[in-house]
C-alpha cells in the first residue's frame, strides 16, 4: 500500500539541502488523493524548492523538515492571514476516506477558486498551477485549450506571471441506484463511454503529476492551458518534448 502524502514527505525530507538553493516557498491547496500524493513527492520530496507549505484543516503535528502543514482558518478565504509563497499548486482531488492524514488536508471546492487564487496572489505567489479534473468527454471542444469560466478569467487577470492550468480527465464516479429500474437504465445508456476519444480517457497520477512538474520547471511567462488530449499524449511517451512543443509553440 502507498503512503499517504505526508508519510511520502517524511521519508523524502531526511536530508535536506543548504537553504536558499531552490526556488522559493511552496504552497499546495488540495494535497489529497493519488494525484496529490505523487505531487507532493515530486514537488516537495525533491527539494526543488527551499520550503513547502501545505495547508490542512484539521492541527498535524508536522515533524517534517522543510515542510510546514499551514491551518487553513475557517473564516473566510479573504480573512486569512498572509504567508509567504513564490510558487502555488491547486488541486481539487477530493480526499481518499481510508487515508486519516490524508483528511486532515484541505482541499478547495471549485467556487472557492478565485478567492482562493486572490489570497494567493497577495501572498506573493507569481506562478500558479491549477489541475481541473473534469468527466471524461464532458468539456466542450471550444474550451479545451483555452478558459472554461469567468472563474478561470477572474484568476488570470489578477496577474501572475504564469499561469499553467491542466485539465485531465476523471473516471465517471461509481452510481448508486434506488431501484432495478435504475440500473437498467444506466446499464442501457453506458454505451456512451466506448463512445468517448481515447485521448480524452483518464491518465495515470503519476503522468500528470510528471506534466504538472515539467511545467512549472520551464513554463515561460503567460498563461497555458494543457487540454485532455495534451496530457493523454504527454502520457505515451516523449513527455517532455510534448510540454516544450505545448509551453513554447505560440511564442
Known amino acids: 500500500m502507498s503512503a499517504d502524502p505526508l508519510q511520502a514527505l517524511q521519508a523524502a525530507n531526511r536530508a ?5 538553493t531552490g526556488e ?17 513527492r515530486r514537488l516537495a520530496g525533491r527539494h526543488r524548492f527551499d520550503h513547502t507549505r ?38 481539487f482531488e477530493p480526499p481518499r476516506l481510508y487515508y486519516d492524514r490524508e483528511r ?38 471550444a ?6 469560466s469567468l472563474d478561470e478569467e477572474a484568476v488570470v487577470a489578477l496577474g501572475f506571471e504564469r499561469v499553467v492550468i491542466v485539465r485531465s480527465a476523471r473516471k465517471p ?11 437498467l ?8 463511454r466506448f463512445m ?16 504538472v512538474d515539467v511545467a512549472l520547471r520551464i513554463a515561460p511567462p503567460g498563461v497555458h492551458v494543457a487540454a485532455p488530449e495534451l496530457v493523454w499524449q504527454a502520457a505515451q511517451g516523449e513527455l517532455q518534448a510534448v510540454a516544450e512543443n505545448w509551453l513554447y509553440a505560440t511564442r
Not at 494567493?120 to 468527466?135: E, F, K, S, Y
Not at 481515447?198 to 500528470?208: G, N
Open 54 to 91: 501545505v495547508l490542512a484543516r484539521e492541527p498535524i503535528r508536522d515533524g517534517l523538515r522543510g515542510v510546514e502543514t499551514l491551518l487553513a482558518p475557517a473564516a473566510e478565504i479573504a480573512r486569512w492571514p498572509l504567508v509567504a509563497a513564490d510558487t502555488a499548486l491547486v488541486l
Open 185 to 192: 437504465a444506466a446499464w442501457m445508456l453506458s454505451i456512451a
Open 24 to 40: 522559493g516557498t511552496l504552497l499546495i491547496a488540495g494535497a489529497t488523493g493519488a494525484l496529490g500524493q505523487e505531487l507532493v
Open 104 to 141: 486532515a488536508l484541505w482541499t478547495p471546492e471549485p467556487a472557492q477558486l478565485p478567492a482562493l487564487a486572490r489570497w494567493l496572489r497577495t501572498c506573493g505567489a507569481r506562478t500558479l498551477a491549477i489541475v481541473q479534473p473534469h468527466d471524461q468527454g464532458r468539456l466542450p471542444e
Open 173 to 183: 464516479a461509481a452510481a448508486r441506484f434506488a431501484n432495478p429500474a435504475e440500473r
Open 16 to 20: 535536506l539541502p543548504s537553504a536558499g
Open 196 to 211: 468517448v476519444p481515447t485521448s480524452e480517457q483518464p491518465v495515470r497520477a503519476t503522468k500528470v503529476a510528471e506534466l
Open 143 to 148: 474550451l479545451k485549450r483555452g478558459l472554461a
